[in-house]
């Protein structure tokens, strides 16, 4: 069984100041690890993934995520927040051992103040 | 590549209708697919998973009697909301799975459902 936690459900920061956003999970085999997108009244845009091999991963508009297996975690982070970047985000978790469904956290809100 | 599309993308209709809500697969073949719902400020969650040729497998609290699914052919799932309630007021989204074996799954764009 999988579960994941995402630490605040709010998340303020200024244009171009650092982009945290934190996802610890739970998991009874290897995970698969995913951060998605939502902009309002939309569905989900995938920015990033962990399947195996390099624990950074790098994702679309300038997000990056690092697979920290001793930690369970999986945060996402992004170097210089634009405007554009305020959106609601989900990690979500399956597991590596044949098809599973995808869990997903409670997401955060990221707001960018000018 | 990996596109899905739903219809409508916003429905308003009165209590005790019907609403059906289509999941299509553009471009690749979807033996699976899985709806979820998603109330304000909320996360998703998943109602159901759409097989193709076979019956849905439903959620534990998810009445199966009032969200029938149908997973026609391998491009297309349908949800029908029955004798719809305020209640049921949400945003219905659907994704499937892509040909990779990491368990990715691709979104369609939701649909808002309003009922009266």
């Known amino acids: 069984a999988q579960s994941v936690t995402q630490l605040g459900s709010h998340v303020s920061v200024s244009e171009g100041a650092l982009v945290l956003l934190r996802c610890n999970y739970s998991?009874?085999?290897?995970?698969?690890l995913f951060w998605y997108v939502q902009y309002p009244n939309q569905g989900l845009q995938l920015l990033l993934k962990?399947?195996?091999?390099?624990?950074l991963v790098k994702g679309i508009n300038g997000f990056e995520a690092e697979f920290k297996k001793s930690e369970t975690s999986f945060h996402l982070t992004k170097p210089s927040a634009h405007m554009s970047d305020a959106a609601e985000y989900f990690c979500?978790?399956?597991?590596?051992?044949?098809?599973?469904?995808?869990?997903f956290g409670t997401g955060t809100r990221l707001l960018v103040s000018p | 590549g990996a596109v899905v599309s739903q219809h409508p993308s916003w429905v308003i209709c009165k209590s005790g209708t019907s609403v059906k809500i289509e999941c299509r697969s553009l471009?690749?073949?979807?033996?699976?697919m899985f709806w979820y719902r998603q109330f304000p400020k909320q996360s998703l969650m998943l109602m159901a998973t759409?097989?193709?040729?076979?019956?849905?497998?439903?959620e534990q609290g998810v009445e199966k009697d009032k969200f029938l699914i149908n997973h026609a052919s391998l491009t297309l799932s349908t949800l029908t909301v029955t004798s719809a309630h305020p209640e049921d007021s949400s945003f219905y989204i659907c994704?499937?799975?892509?040909?990779?074996?990491?368990?990715?799954?691709?979104f369609g764009p939701g649909t808002r459902l309003t009922v009266l």
């Open positions: 994704s499937a799975p892509g040909t990779s074996a990491y368990n990715e799954q691709f």
């Open positions: 962990y399947t195996t091999g390099a624990t």
């Open positions: 471009d690749f073949q979807a033996t699976t």
């Open positions: 998991s009874s085999v290897p995970p698969y």
């Open positions: 759409s097989n193709e040729g076979s019956k849905a497998t439903y």
């Open positions: 979500a978790v399956t597991g590596n051992t044949g098809f599973q469904k995808l869990v």
